[in-house]
């Protein structure tokens, strides 16, 4: 048996449906070559000579998965908060990635935001970098040496964008280029961080840009993430851009750029319009649902409770910067509050438990990735393990108890161990 061959032993949570958590007591998780072997009262016999590791006492859950996240925006984390969503983009948003051309400010800010996820829960993350092929191809050098699991993808726009950032001409080679550049690293054996196709959204990408896409993607065989219906003046926007599409979610269809033979995340949808619910459906596109960052950008309330009943793919996402905390337990917090206040919309809905919220945190969005999210035989062995004496009361709680207050109250102190296909992070 190898290195990552152990037993891990504490008080274990996991789900095993969107509205269903397995928890076992002072039970025994066991690893084999980076999978979960499954979780037992007892050790079986055929591990009893496996390293033990002790964690009585303590919760162990899966590692988190984030959706959506844009690496050169964690460094103006909290800056404008009081504008909606087009206007941060040109104060904020759009000016800082700009400044990923040179890549000695890159290397700065992104070693920063690496260190607050490797010290963070999250052990998945699918990742927007810029349009910068050096900056872009840094930052997945980072995340590969910190162990951590990640989708990274070179951003392409090509109008609606400021100089330094539209890519005129050039945005298909240049996407090329950084493909070939990922291509020659998995041969050196890079095997945490891969790259994504990110045409950033529809009215920042032209026709003949998203059908060089559309190209690349068969050429490849690559995922693709990117926005959909996240605010009402960019919906409108999108309606003038593409007067033939039925809905935004078309305007990606209509490229082969939405679901279907292409694994696709699509941030925010907030607004669903027209069909869109059920092409989401039908096309099994996933949604990363952001409640953090669409609060802060008056952006509204994603119908999370009518995506999960019409049987759509939903995860999470901090959306760094409209979000300001990489956790995502911050994020399952939020969306279950969010879900509440929807009824004051006139909506009759449902408010999301803590047992959704902590499945879209973990093995709702973890399916992205493949066998991700929990702790059943087969899934790959991303555990944390929380101390949460400091904030636990006078009297008995069962585990699912500890675990929401973990989701509300813990942080990156509370994490005292976190493996990752098996692999410790340190």
């Given at each position: ?18 509205d ?30 496996l390293p ?13 998965v984030?959706?959506?996240l ?22 904020h ?21 690496v ?36 989708l990274?993808?070179k951003?392409?726009m ?23 550049r ?31 896409l ?11 993430q ?18 033939e ?7 990606y ?22 069909e869109?619910i059920?092409?989401?459906r ?6 990363a649902?952001?409640?953090q960052?669409n609060?802060n ?9 009518r ?7 939903v ?12 956790s ?35 093995l ?7 066998q ?13 393990v ?13 585990i ?7 989701m ?14 098996g692999?410790?992070?340190?």
């Amino acid at each position: 048996m190898g290195y990552r061959d152990f037993v891990l032993k504490g008080d274990i949570a996991y789900s095993i449906a969107k509205d269903a958590l397995c928890t076992s007591e002072n039970s025994f998780l066991v690893c084999i070559d980076g999978k979960s072997a499954g979780v037992f009262s007892l050790v079986p016999a055929q591990y009893g000579q496996l390293p033990l590791i002790d964690y009585t006492g303590k919760l162990i859950i899966p590692g988190l998965v984030d959706l959506h996240l844009h690496a050169p925006q964690f460094s103006f984390r909290a800056l404008g908060m009081d504008l909606e969503l087009l206007d941060w983009l040109k104060v904020h948003a759009f000016p800082e990635e700009a400044k990923y051309q040179d890549t000695a400010y890159a290397l700065r800010a992104y070693t920063a935001l690496v260190e607050d996820l490797k010290k963070g829960p999250n052990t998945h993350c699918c990742i927007f970098a810029t349009v910068h092929v050096p900056a872009t191809l840094l930052l997945m050098d980072l995340l590969e040496a910190s162990g951590l699991v990640s989708l990274v993808g070179k951003v392409n726009m090509d109008r609606n964008s400021p100089d330094g950032l539209r890519e005129t001409a050039g945005s298909i080679d240049a996407t090329r280029e950084w493909l070939d550049r990922c291509a020659e690293k998995k041969d050196k054996k890079n095997k945490n961080c891969g790259p994504i196709l990110t045409p950033r959204f529809i009215p920042s990408c032209t026709d003949d840009l998203m059908r060089g896409l559309s190209e690349l993607q068969k050429q490849y065989r690559l995922p693709l993430q990117s926005h959909l219906s996240e605010n009402q003046r960019e919906i409108a926007w999108v309606r003038e851009l593409c007067p033939e599409s039925s809905c935004y979610g078309d305007a990606y269809t209509r490229f082969d750029l939405f679901g279907a033979e292409v694994p696709t995340i699509m941030a925010h949808c907030v607004w669903p319009e027209g069909e869109e619910i059920e092409l989401l459906r039908r096309r099994g596109v996933y949604v990363a649902h952001c409640p953090q960052s669409n609060s802060n950008l008056a952006s509204g309330m994603a119908p999370i409770r009518r995506y999960l009943d019409a049987g759509i793919a939903v995860g999470l996402g901090s959306d760094i910067a409209g979000g300001t905390h990489t956790s995502i337990f911050r994020t399952m917090t939020e969306a279950i509050q969010v879900s509440k206040l929807r009824r004051f919309t006139g909506c009759d809905e449902a408010p999301l438990t803590r047992e959704e919220a902590f499945y879209l945190g973990t093995l709702g969005g973890g399916s992205f990735f493949g066998q991700v999210g929990s702790f059943a035989a087969g899934y790959e062995f991303d555990a944390l393990v929380m101390d949460d004496t400091s904030f636990a009361p006078p009297f008995a709680l069962t585990i699912g108890d500890r675990l929401e207050r973990a989701m509300y109250l813990s942080d990156d102190r509370h994490i005292i161990a976190k493996y990752v296909r098996g692999s410790a992070i340190q």
